[in-house]
């Protein structure tokens, strides 16, 4: 129960960052700028983290620069990206591309997908390019760009943390490493634009985002992760998109499309199916071992 309990609330906080970020951004920025909520995100995010791992009396290790880089990359391409498309949208091209990159990355590697596993990959990469297609609803192309390096920045991220034997101290020092680059890109952003602007609205909601969605939210999904199978884990994180673009109809107005339903329908059972496929090719493995 406990295991259940921690997964709910951590999919649930996945998906509220997609939320609280375009209901911060909707508009073009009109309670804060992209830059000014990439900023509050990261440095709430770090300082609960950095509070959770004094509680458990923990310390800072685990993190590097590169994985701060990476995790940037995702919070200022996420926000940006929040500027142009809707949650549902973006939740989906997220997800997509975050799987992309990780299946991608193990192909690189030199993995031999069987046919099962090739039709997933092949039937999700058609689901994306599906929503990405121009069109009369197609997403903003610049936005849907920006979430797609969101996606990637996320997966490679993931990788990078992939076996670390103290998740929650690499995180919170990956938080604390990516302030000095969002204050970086806050001063970038004011010196080719204008002045940061945020209203006590856009700071509750990127302090939401990132002590509460970000920073409680993966903190349960480190707790939950070792009770859970790696093929588990990921099928389950299906639910994220669907859970965010329903928010995004009932919680801010959205509008549900043939395209997102489509393409999100198609996405999500690639990927399923691909899963199912190594799934199985893991099984088959363990067997042949005995």
């Known amino acids: 129960m406990r295991t259940t309990l921690f997964t709910v609330l951590a999919l649930l906080g996945f998906a509220a960052n997609s939320l609280l970020c375009r209901a911060a951004l909707a ?20 300082l609960m983290l950095g509070l959770l791992l004094r509680l458990r009396g923990g310390r800072y290790q685990g993190g590097s620069w590169g994985s701060a880089l990476a995790l940037f990359t995702y919070a200022a391409g996420f926000s940006l990206a929040y500027m142009r498309i809707p949650a549902g949208v973006g939740a989906l091209l997220l997800f997509g591309c975050v799987q992309a990159t990780m299946l991608g990355t193990g192909l690189v590697r030199g993995e031999r997908p069987r046919p099962l596993e090739w039709a997933g990959l092949l039937l999700a990469l058609g689901g994306l390019v599906g929503l990405a297609a121009p069109g009369a609803t197609a997403p903003d192309f610049v936005g849907a760009a920006l979430m797609a390096g969101a996606g990637v920045a996320w997966g490679v991220y993931s990788l990078r943390g992939r076996g670390s034997t103290h998740p929650l101290a690499a995180t919170a020092q990956n938080f604390l490493l990516s302030v000095p680059l969002a204050l970086a890109l806050s001063a970038v952003s004011t010196a080719l634009q204008s002045a940061p602007h945020a209203t006590p609205r856009g700071v509750v909601l990127a302090i939401a985002s990132g002590a509460l969605a970000s920073g409680v939210g993966y903190s349960l999904w480190y707790a939950a992760l070792p009770h859970l199978t790696a093929t588990r884990a990921a099928i389950i994180q299906l639910s994220v998109p669907v859970l965010a673009a329903t928010g995004g109809v009932l919680l801010l107005g959205e509008q549900l499309t043939v395209r997102l339903v489509g393409a999100g329908t198609a996405l999500l059972c690639g990927v399923l199916l691909a899963l199912a496929a190594r799934w199985r090719k893991s099984i088959e493995t363990a067997k042949g071992h005995r």
Request: charged letters at 15%; aromatic letters at 10%.
């Open 27 to 46: 508009g073009g920025g009109r309670f804060i700028d992209a830059a000014s909520f990439t900023g509050v995100r990261l440095v709430s995010g770090a």
